[in-house]
């Protein structure tokens, strides 16, 4: 059993810049960030391999957002610059085993663990 504990989320206002975290206690995979603002489905954002070297974005985060990694301590991070007021959600970190690309990394079935959420809020 793996356990994600993510952390970083806030308030800012339109413009401003957050990095979430996201500390895995064991070995994944695919690791990838998810949000959920009320009312709606919980939609993909970013989902990175070991190494870096594979990563994919939702169309509405390219440019802005930046999914990386520290090996060495198990933790992926998302940088989040030039936030809008629409990136208001709750943001949870998942992770799998397996090598998740194409279009299975922004599906929530594809996961296995999940973090607790947190939240993010942006004021214009």
């Known amino acids: 059993q793996v356990q994600l504990v993510d952390s970083g989320g806030g308030s800012v206002q339109a413009g401003g810049s957050l990095r979430l975290s996201c500390v895995a206690s064991?070995?994944?995979?695919?690791v990838a960030w998810f949000r959920q603002a009320p009312g709606k489905e919980r939609e993909g954002v970013a989902r990175i391999s070991p190494g870096g070297g594979d990563t994919y974005y939702a169309n509405s985060v390219k440019g802005r957002f930046t999914i990386s990694q520290d090996i060495a301590k198990n933790t992926v991070y998302l940088q989040m610059n030039s936030l809008k007021p629409e990136d208001s959600a709750m943001y949870y970190c998942a992770a799998d085993r397996r090598n998740l690309g194409g279009g299975s990394w922004a599906e929530t079935t594809s996961y296995q663990y999940w973090g607790q959420g947190t939240q993010v809020t942006v004021s214009s």
């Open positions: 064991g070995y994944t995979y695919s």
